[in-house]
């Protein structure tokens, strides 16, 4: 039996830059990784057929399953086959805006190409990784990376400090195509908040464009930023295109938030090394990679918050 991990991820900040014509949106945003994970269970078996199972019901486990589809892009493109019962528990809602079918995805991608002896190139992985979705390419990393383009243009940033998270993550799931149908692009150009942090590293200056179209779908979503604010949080965010709301603060008020608000999670951010080393599978040489294709915003320094 073989366990990985996957992780959850945050957006700290999160502008829409433009539509494609495919009617995609483009953006800009600041992954993160945070201390909250699915589990996966391996058991290989005869022939190529991949079985998946899994704690949450509102997930389909079935060919439709990005963990189903990862294993179709590697056998398909490589040409290779192998059989697996594959078992999830499910700590990461679906459509809770943390990433949690993304991560899936990326860990078993990491761990075909390490089964197989595939040594992927870093490029060629993070093309495969974006055809089963924009933030895919980014859990094969981890740690703290500008997200661009549809989220698949990656530059890795300096780690920030650790962070204490609180998050809610309300029971009913958000759709993302219904959030970006409803969210209007205006033609003005205003300055990109994030490129202000990257320079000044003030959380007070972040913000995520979609909350006002999510708040107004769904408003039990803006009262819990609301009661984040009121129990000590000193930055309170939706994360993606919702439902999972972060606070940041310090550690002693984090720890007294779920009193405020029954239901709130205690957790962490974690850099890239942790990630790596806890995912349960890691090609060598992809780490430095990453780092060395693309450029480094050597001003980014976050203040704690207070």
């Known amino acids: 039996m073989i366990k990985l991990r996957s992780f959850a991820k945050i957006n700290l900040g999160l502008e829409i830059t433009g539509k494609r014509p495919d009617g995609y949106h483009t953006l800009r945003t600041i992954f993160q990784t945070i201390d909250l994970s699915d589990e996966l269970l391996l058991r290989p078996k005869p022939g ?41 528990t499910k700590k990461i809602p679906p459509g809770s805006g943390l990433g949690g079918g993304s991560g899936n995805a990326a860990v078993m991608l990491l761990f075909l190409d390490r089964h197989f002896n595939l040594n992927i190139p870093s490029g060629q992985m993070n093309e495969l990784a974006s055809r ?32 204490a998270i609180a998050l809610f993550i309300p ?9 970006f149908s409803r ?12 490129q202000l942090f990257l320079r000044r590293g003030d959380f007070s200056i ?8 999510t708040f107004d779908l769904f408003p039990e979503i ?49 850099d890239r090394k942790y990630y790596q080393e806890k995912i349960g599978v890691w090609p060598s040489g992809k780490a430095s ?8 915003f050597e001003s980014y320094r976050p ?3 207070k």
């Not at 060919?63 to 019962?85: K, M, Q």
């Not at 969210?183 to 994030?194: D, H, R, V």
């Open 48 to 88: 190529s057929q991949v079985t998946l199972s899994g704690s949450d019901g509102r997930v389909p486990w079935d060919d439709s399953n990005t963990i189903a589809r990862a294993c179709r892009l590697i056998y398909e493109n490589f040409n290779v086959h192998g059989g697996w019962d594959i078992q999830v």
């Open 222 to 270: 803006r009262e819990i930023k609301q009661k984040m604010l009121r129990g000590g949080c000193d930055f309170v965010q939706m994360t993606g295109s919702g439902s999972a709301v972060f606070g940041i603060g310090p550690a002693e008020k984090m720890a007294a938030l779920p009193q405020a608000l029954p239901g709130a999670i205690l957790t962490r951010s974690i």
């Open 183 to 194: 969210f209007c692009l205006t033609k003005a150009a205003f300055p990109s908040k994030i």
């Open 206 to 213: 972040l913000e995520n464009e979609l909350e006002n179209v």
């Open 171 to 179: 029971p009913r799931p958000v759709s993302t195509a219904l959030v």
């Open 289 to 296: 990679a990453f780092g060395a294709e693309i450029r480094r």
């Open 303 to 305: 203040r704690k918050t």
């Open 132 to 163: 089963l979705g924009a933030d895919v390419p980014f859990f094969l990393f981890g740690g703290t990376a500008l997200g661009e383009g549809i989220g698949e243009s990656l530059t890795p940033l300096p780690e920030i400090e650790p962070l």
